[in-house]
């Protein structure tokens, strides 16, 4: 199985605060690497698929980079509903696999 | 706009088999479009992917469950589940019915049900 790691684990951050969670890979999963955000008591929703492919209706200040084996999701200016879980996900090779999640919450 | 409800038991016993229903609306499991997956979170922990359904009948399972579960489609209800056997207190979690939106293989998980708890407890 490709094991996914998380860091940080969790950050403080402002209103308006740029903010970067990388996600990396086991072993090269190209750019096969989905976002997702989850809030507490919710489902999570698909924020990028292909580590850098935004999905309809995700707000621009949303990105993502990377490929190979590192990847990031980068927020900018930080908004009140973008504290919550973020998780990546890779989707190279069965079973697919998530990272452990980063919170974000506010400092 | 797809909507997915998850419907099941909330407590499961030791030993014994979970079924749970998840009820598809605003798009067609049958549409060779999507595949369609259930996903779980144990409280407070991470997500862990048990499998998909393709419409054809074609199933994609986590290797940590195959020898435990069956997801199967019924295309005249327009719904799919899941049956987990030999279930532990280790398989206490939000269990979360999910479409995969075939996209080149990156297949995002697009859209998900808010998911039901299923606490395994005698």
């Known amino acids: 199985d490709i094991q996914m790691t998380q860091s940080p684990s969790s950050l403080s951050a402002s209103l308006g605060d740029r903010v970067t969670i990388t996600c990396r890979a086991s072993?090269?999963?190209?750019?096969?690497l989905n976002w997702y955000q989850q809030k507490p008591g919710k489902a999570p929703k698909v924020l990028i698929y292909?580590?850098?492919s935004f999905e309809s209706g995700v707000p621009s200040r949303f990105t993502g980079s990377g490929s190979g084996t590192d990847f990031t999701l980068t927020i900018r200016g930080l908004q009140p509903e973008d504290f919550a879980t973020y998780y990546c996900?890779?989707?190279?090779?069965?079973?697919?696999?998530f990272g452990p999640g980063t919170t974000v919450d506010i400092k | 706009q797809v909507q997915l409800q998850e419907s099941g038991p909330g407590l499961v016993k030791p030993s014994q088999t979970l079924s749970l229903t998840c009820n598809v609306s605003?798009?067609?499991?049958?549409?060779?479009?999507?595949?369609w997956s259930w996903i779980r979170q144990p409280p407070g922990k991470g997500l862990e992917w048990i499998g998909y359904i393709y419409y054809t009948g074609s199933t994609f399972y986590n290797p940590a469950f195959k020898s435990r579960v069956t997801i199967s489609p019924d295309t005249s209800k327009n719904q799919f589940s899941l049956k987990l056997t030999s279930m532990t207190a280790t398989d206490t979690a939000v269990y979360y019915c999910?479409?995969?939106?075939?996209?080149?293989?990156?297949?995002?998980?697009?859209?998900w049900g808010p998911g039901i708890l299923v606490t395994v407890s005698s």
């Open positions: 605003g798009d067609s499991i049958s549409s060779g479009d999507d595949y």
């Open positions: 999910v479409r995969v939106r075939i996209e080149r293989g990156y297949d995002p998980f697009d859209f």
């Open positions: 996900q890779q989707s190279y090779s069965s079973p697919f696999t």
């Open positions: 072993q090269s999963i190209s750019n096969y």
């Open positions: 292909a580590a850098s």
